[in-house]
């Protein structure tokens, strides 16, 4: 094969959004710079530089499109830097004549400078080539060195395996600076799996609700197939992307077909809920739903704490410590909707008409408007709009021993409202059934969790859990 189609980056990394971005602002600002240029040169004036811009964008627009259009039929192509040459040469001039013909059309070409515009298409010519055949490559070059920064990776490896080595070298290679190694009995098979199994799932299991996000490697070495299943399939309930390291021979057969690590190849089992982007997007609409709710409830929350504060004694804020994202403990704000403060051992939940609860407290609780203050712990990052509801300390550590997996609802951040409230689990749980029921709620958003699982949540809650009648 010629140097020349050699492939130089992913097949979609040409189509991704940063690329196209990058192509986007060279066009808009190769647009203004050539009309500035143009009018400057000929009529000593800078021209229209609001009507550049528009030109440019709309220009981006239609180029990027085709562009991704064209690295989604194309993916080969798209990977050399000769076949995005090619690519970005075809849109650019299938741009322009769209657009030419356009204005002819609606016969608006006179009111653009063909000096201009020549000059806009001779520089976006080579400009949207060079960024079509430079971007990309430049991306993939940081993502190769910066794709695991900041990300905490786990591998499960049988003990003494020479894959392992490999894959932290790999890791390393990518920026990842914590990786856990944990390892098995790759000879134990039969009755005696059982044990080992359970015992390494209990260990990775621990080890990752207090990981960093990250991923998880499983390297098979020379564990039977239905041994290698049984444990994928204890690992699903971890809401993190897990992937499959088969051992040489399988590699062998998957070398043409499947994109790996590096040299070594990978088989992704199962995908992470939310990747690094989303956990971003969601982050951000964290921060921007508390700030606007407490600014708009400001008068509210003034006027239950007066009403809390000429009601009974005591202070206006309850705090108690809950464990919140990877088992980090944190102080939760409520209204004071009850005579006592527990914050210990034993915690007594409200049941109903139950008599702790003040005559404040009981429209408070039964609005939800005791919750509010939490949005103050969703701004300072300890918890999130949507997410499984944190319990008290007391309450964690007692039904972690009699439910299988509980913890694993503490691998996502603690929320004012979750899956479970909007599916009728609120409120007290006077036995053991109903908990259950709700931590498998709470097991399945952390496993399923989406942007927009998320939104549906949001909507759901102002008809579901405001107002409820097991709110008391």
Same mark, same amino acid.
């Given at each position: 094969m010629p140097q020349t189609w050699r492939a130089d980056v992913p097949a979609d990394q040409a189509a991704s959004p940063l690329a196209l971005a990058s192509d986007a602002v060279v066009i808009v600002g190769l647009s203004i710079v050539t009309g500035v240029f143009f009018h400057l040169v000929t009529r000593d004036i800078l021209g229209d530089i609001p009507a550049f811009t528009a030109t440019g964008i709309?220009?981006?627009?239609?180029?990027?499109?085709? @562009?991704?259009?064209?690295?989604?039929?194309?993916?080969?192509a798209s990977t050399t830097r000769l076949g995005r040459a090619r690519m970005a040469a075809l849109a650019w001039?299938?741009?322009?004549?769209? #657009?030419? &013909?356009?204005?002819?059309?609606?016969?608006?070409?006179?009111?653009?400078?063909?000096?201009?515009?020549?000059f806009f298409f001779l520089a976006g010519f080579a400009g949207s080539i060079a960024s079509r055949v430079l971007t990309p490559r430049l991306l993939a070059r940081w993502m190769t060195t910066n794709a695991y920064r900041g990300l905490e990776v786990l591998i499960i490896a049988p003990h003494r395996s020479g894959s392992t080595a490999a894959l932290f070298?790999? #890791?390393?290679?990518?920026?990842?600076?914590?990786?856990?190694?944990?390892?098995?009995?790759?000879?134990? &098979?039969?009755?005696?799996? @059982?044990?080992?199994?359970?015992? #390494? #799932?209990?260990?990775?299991?621990?080890?990752?609700?207090s990981a960093a996000p990250g991923e998880i490697y499983v390297v098979a070495g020379r564990l039977p197939f239905d041994a290698a299943a049984s444990l994928m399939s204890g690992l699903r309930l971890l809401p993190r992307a897990v992937y499959f390291v088969p051992d040489e021979q399988i590699s062998a057969l998957l070398q043409n077909s499947v994109?790996?690590?590096?040299?070594?190849?990978?088989?992704?089992?199962?995908?992470?809920?939310?990747?690094?982007?989303?956990?971003?997007?969601?982050?951000?609409?964290d921060v921007t739903i508390a700030a606007i709710a407490l600014l708009f &409830?400001?008068?509210?929350?003034?006027?239950?704490a007066?009403?809390?504060?000429?009601?009974?004694?005591?202070?206006?804020i309850f705090r108690q410590t809950r464990l919140g994202y990877r088992g980090q403990p944190f102080q939760i704000l409520?209204?004071?909707?009850?005579?006592?403060?527990?914050?210990? @051992?034993?915690?007594?939940?409200?049941?109903?008409?139950?008599?702790?609860?003040?005559?404040i407290g009981k429209w408070l609780r039964k609005s939800s408007i005791d919750e509010l203050p939490q949005l103050w712990n969703?701004?300072? !990052?300890?918890?999130?709009?949507? !997410?499984?509801?944190?319990?008290a300390s007391a309450h964690d550590a007692y039904f972690a021993k009699l439910i299988e997996n509980y913890e694993v609802r503490q691998h996502v951040k603690p929320g004012l409202t979750g899956w479970a409230q909007v599916n009728g689990l609120r409120g007290e749980t006077p036995n053991l059934d109903l908990m259950y029921r709700r931590i498998e709620a709470d097991l399945w958003y952390a496993s399923n969790c989406s942007l927009g699982l998320d939104f549906q949540i949001l909507i759901k809650t102002f008809a579901t859990v405001v107002g409820q009648e097991n709110a008391f």
């Open positions: 709309i220009v981006a627009v239609l180029f990027c499109g085709m @562009a991704r259009l064209q690295a989604t039929r194309d993916k080969r001039c299938s741009t322009f004549l769209f #657009l030419l &013909t356009l204005a002819f059309s609606m016969k608006i070409s006179s009111e653009f400078s063909r000096g201009a515009i020549f070298a790999e #890791l390393a290679q990518r920026g990842c600076m914590n990786i856990r190694a944990i390892e098995f009995d790759d000879a134990c &098979t039969g009755a005696p799996w @059982a044990g080992e199994r359970r015992r #390494l #799932l209990q260990k990775v299991f621990e080890v990752a609700r994109n790996g690590l590096g040299g070594i190849v990978t088989l992704e089992m199962q995908k992470s809920p939310l990747t690094k982007t989303e956990r971003g997007i969601k982050r951000a609409m &409830t400001a008068p509210l929350l003034a006027a239950a007066v009403a809390i504060k000429s009601d009974s004694v005591g202070p206006m409520k209204f004071r909707t009850m005579t006592v403060q527990e914050d210990g @051992a034993v915690v007594t939940q409200a049941s109903r008409n139950d008599q702790r609860v003040t005559r969703v701004l300072k !990052g300890e918890m999130s709009i949507i !997410g499984p509801r944190p319990h």
